[in-house]
């Protein structure tokens, strides 16, 4: 799940949004498919095992897990929005994934019994946790021992300029996303190797490594690039659908120079880089 920093509670997507992750799911996918595929290789998921994906948006990366553990396997998709939920039992009916069960979780508040899962994976959903540190506690809890916890997370701003224009075009007038970005449950909160080590080895994993996923975010305009930034991230998405014609004119109008070093020819798409890290830590055994 991907969004701009949320504020101090925990997110709560507005069905609008959940709309438009379903709506872009392949693309969204897609975009950061490099982040999916690390967390899953690093998992290493085996057939016959269960998984469990936390912060799951519409499920796309767990489905590359429950592809490979076969039918006797179980993968167990949750989201705390019922409109991504639903999503995900949307996606996994279409490629007929009977071995998946979505449920409505908070990834804060894991309900499952200890030791009863092999792996737990999460792509851009830790860092909008307000006490991600539940979350790790919870995984280490439900892992079995030697079983796996593997995670994607945004590096740091100056990496991640297709987040941080954003938020500097509406910073310049004179708007503010909600929340700290670097705060708790900001999406830069885990953006530095370390605050994951810490993160995993205050839950008692062992084996913690931090590496970095470098990518790219396509988009086929300027519009297009405000368009799914606009309805996907889920403060930004807020703010936008509280502000007049006018100041999303403006907004546009600061945000759209800032973008030309991106842009593409003669198509004149945007290409803009990315970073993130991948994370992944064993529980003891």
């Not at 946790?129 to 997370?153: F, N």
């Not at 993160?199 to 008692?204: F, K, S």
């Amino acid at each position: 799940m991907t969004a701009v920093a949320d504020g101090d509670d925990h997110p709560q997507w507005p069905d609008a949004v959940s709309a438009a992750w379903e709506a872009n799911r392949a693309r969204l996918f897609e975009n950061q498919r490099t982040v999916s595929d690390w967390i899953v290789d690093h998992l290493d998921p085996r057939p016959g095992g269960t998984y469990l994906e936390l912060t799951a948006g519409p499920g796309e990366t767990g489905f590359l897990v429950a592809e490979r553990i076969g039918p006797s396997g179980r993968l167990v998709s949750t989201d705390l929005a019922p409109g991504m939920v639903d999503a995900a039992r949307r996606g996994a009916a279409a490629r007929g994934l009977d071995n998946v069960e979505c449920r409505t979780m908070d990834a804060q508040a894991i309900d499952l019994p200890d030791a009863s899962v092999d792996g737990v994976l999460s792509r851009f959903g830790m860092m909008l946790l307000p006490e991600p540190a539940r979350a790790a506690d919870g995984a280490r809890r439900v892992l079995r021992p030697g079983g796996k916890v593997a995670y994607g997370v945004w590096g740091p701003p100056d990496r991640n300029p297709w987040l941080m224009l954003l938020a500097l075009s509406i910073a310049e007038n004179g708007h503010e996303l909600p929340g700290n970005p670097f705060g708790p449950g900001g999406v830069f909160s885990l953006g530095a190797p370390d605050d994951n080590r810490a993160l995993l080895n205050g839950a008692g994993f062992d084996h913690v490594e931090v590496e970095e996923i470098p990518g790219v975010q396509r988009f086929a305009s300027f519009d297009d690039y405000w368009t799914l930034q606009t309805t996907v991230a889920g403060s930004l998405a807020l703010l936008v659908a509280s502000l007049s014609a006018e100041e999303l004119a403006a907004i546009r109008a600061t945000l759209e120079p800032m973008t030309r070093e991106y842009r593409t020819e003669p198509d004149g798409g945007l290409t803009i880089p990315s970073l993130a890290f991948g994370v992944v830590a064993t529980a003891p055994r």
